[in-house]
């Protein structure tokens, strides 16, 4: 009975998840990208504390974290409606979708959701693909991220600083690194793949994650495959400093990300 229960207490909040996702996708697109066949990142409840978590995952692996915030009212905003009727004339910069993102474009938001906002084309290079994260304006969009609620744990000697995005199916950015975060999903579902600074994963820094996924890790055998797991709506993900990890937005997906440095 007892077993029964501790798996009952798993499976309620990724049914909930799931269901929230399919009941309410916010008036973005639904996809048809897979998720993993298995999860082989750790997830744990809002129970945790400060002090398990910088002994057990601040400095060591990445941890999915499910009920520790609740941002039912910054989902509220998030809508392709409210979004749109916000900050449709807002100009927006998007950055190619490659490991080292040199080119900026700036587009009117209403441009980039209704004309540049599509599933990825798997033959398209990651200089080609055209992506809506980070380069925030946070004189326009500062008042929507108040109602963000961010991950309670913290780093000693760290601040957090939002990135948020907005990105369609299949879309996502290859295999990089830089210091310790998190990253939220508000609408949609993110596939993530993720390697120890010590493992420097197979790929082309010009090759999107739709085409690494359908070409390349198709042939690595299991002991060089990454870490896994998709998140959704409810969940976050924590990454430690210089870990390896590429993103695949398997639904047109609503996100944000606070980095700590």
């Not at 066949?37 to 400095?59: E, K, N, W, Y």
């Not at 992506?131 to 744990?153: A, I, R």
């Not at 299991?222 to 993103?247: K, N, Q």
Request: hydrophobic fraction near 40%.
């Amino acid at each position: 009975m007892a077993a029964a229960r501790r798996m009952l207490a798993v499976l309620l909040p990724l049914t909930w998840a799931r269901a929230r996702l399919a009941g309410d996708a916010g008036g973005w697109q639904a996809g048809d990208v897979p998720e993993e066949q298995r999860c082989t990142v750790l997830r744990t409840d809002g129970s945790m504390s400060p002090a398990i978590f910088l002994q057990r995952f601040a400095f060591s692996q990445p941890v999915i974290l499910r009920g520790v915030t609740d941002n039912s009212a910054f989902q509220a905003l998030c809508t392709r409606q409210k979004l749109l009727a916000a900050y449709g004339e807002s100009l927006v910069r998007l950055s190619t979708a490659n490991t080292y993102s040199y080119r900026k474009v700036d587009v009117p938001f209403h441009e980039y959701v209704e004309q540049l906002l599509k599933p990825q084309d798997p033959a398209a290079l990651g200089s080609d693909t055209l992506y809506f994260f980070g380069d925030n304006n946070f004189t326009e969009w500062g008042s929507l991220f108040q109602h963000y609620v961010p991950p309670p744990f913290r780093i000693p000697g760290t601040s957090g600083a939002y990135s948020f995005g907005i990105a369609g199916s299949g879309s996502g950015v290859p295999f990089h690194w830089h210091g310790p975060g998190y990253s939220e999903v508000i609408f949609g579902r993110k596939r993530w793949f993720l390697y120890p600074p010590d493992k420097t994963p197979h790929f082309h820094p010009n090759e999107t994650t739709l085409a690494w996924l359908q070409h390349t890790y198709p042939t690595l055998p299991p002991e060089e495959r990454p870490l896994e797991c998709t998140i959704r709506p409810g969940e976050v993900l924590y990454f430690p400093d210089r870990w390896w990890h590429a993103t695949l937005n398997l639904d047109t997906s609503v996100f944000i990300s606070t980095f700590l440095g």
